[in-house]
């Protein structure tokens, strides 16, 4: 198993970082779209086998159009920003009143608070978090298929896979070799305190790594290496949030991972969860503390 991890961790940074400098922007948004969608589907598989029944399609095309809204509206300037959320908002009140609509003609669903509340989930637990990957990449310049990637934005990207990433590293390593006190058992049994530390520490010595190989810049913005350590610790707390969280879904489902698409790892889901609240917690900090 670890060596099919690290077979699909190498391919997956090559396809990142492929996607980051040649891919168009026609492609960049197939490839949110696609992302989501997919992950948004392995989460809709495991509510199915807790036995909750969802409106999949629906929440995937609301899902895909929350990211096509921001994508083809944001930019860099207050106006652009307001009018991204104002899309945003439209498509979100859209979401809501399809879900609604589409429970009316369930003639033998005699579960329909549940599906709603878990259709809606989906849609806010994955494309609504993933959004901001959106948001990370195109808020330096105006977004739209005539618009390619920043450098800021593609080293937004690469910082937050990086700090994240090496989290679960460091939360791994750690809890394998000296771990012994469990970190929350009822909800992700193999996780210890040890390891919980060590993934911080791993997640600020990338951090501040990072700032160094980068000249304290992440493009347009001042990266010093105090911001560095604060977002490493910050960063590694909210991954590790979003790995509990993702822990809790699987053990509500009686599922080991969120699928099998990826050798050695699970599902697309099982590698974005920490990833999926790590995104808008480094969007809030670069917009309200390093921009």
């Given at each position: 198993m670890l060596k099919y991890r690290l077979i699909s961790g190498v391919v997956m940074s090559v396809a990142l970082i492929l996607a980051a400098y040649y891919l168009r922007p026609l492609y960049v948004w197939l490839v949110l779209i696609a992302v989501s969608?997919?992950?948004?589907?392995?989460?809709?598989?495991?509510?199915?086998?807790?036995?909750?029944?969802?409106?999949?399609?629906?929440?995937?095309?609301?899902?895909?159009?929350?990211?096509?809204?921001?994508?083809?509206?944001?930019g860099p300037t207050a106006e652009d920003i307001a009018r991204?959320?104002?899309?945003?908002?439209?498509?979100?009140?859209?979401?809501l009143i399809?879900?609604?609509?589409?429970?009316?003609?369930?003639?033998?669903?005699?579960?329909?608070?549940?599906?709603?509340?878990?259709?809606?989930?989906?849609?806010w637990y994955v494309p609504f978090l993933f959004n901001y990957f959106t948001r990370l990449v195109y808020i330096w310049h105006s977004a739209g298929l005539s618009n390619e990637i920043s450098h800021t934005g593609r080293m937004l990207i690469f910082y937050l896979v990086l700090v994240v990433?090496?989290?679960?590293?460091?939360?791994?390593?750690?809890?394998?070799?000296i771990g012994r006190h469990k970190l929350i058992p009822r909800i992700s049994p193999a996780k210890t305190w040890e390891g919980f530390f060590g993934g911080i520490i791993f997640?600020?010595?990338?951090?501040?790594?990072?700032?160094?190989?980068?000249?304290?810049?992440?493009?347009v913005l001042s990266f010093p290496l105090a911001q560095a350590m604060i977002l490493g610790v910050v960063l590694a707390l909210s991954g590790t949030?979003?790995?509990?969280?993702?822990?809790?879904?699987?053990?509500?489902?009686?599922?080991?991972?969120?699928?099998?698409?990826?050798?050695?790892m699970g599902g697309l889901l099982d590698v974005l969860d920490s990833l999926l609240f790590g995104a808008p917690v480094l969007y809030v900090y670069v917009r309200l503390i390093l921009a």
């Open positions: 969608s997919f992950a948004q589907y392995e989460f809709y598989a495991m509510v199915n086998m807790a036995g909750v029944p969802v409106f999949r399609l629906v929440g995937i095309l609301c899902g895909g159009a929350m990211i096509t809204a921001t994508f083809c509206t944001i991204a959320y104002r899309w945003e908002q439209l498509v979100m009140v859209g979401t399809a879900v609604f609509l589409r429970q009316f003609p369930q003639k033998f669903n005699d579960r329909p608070i549940a599906t709603i509340g878990c259709t809606l989930l989906g849609i990433k090496m989290t679960d590293t460091g939360a791994y390593t750690v809890g394998r070799l997640a600020v010595i990338a951090s501040c790594a990072f700032a160094w190989v980068t000249d304290f810049t992440i493009g949030a979003g790995d509990l969280f993702e822990s809790l879904l699987k053990r509500s489902a009686g599922a080991k991972d969120s699928g099998k698409a990826l050798p050695g």
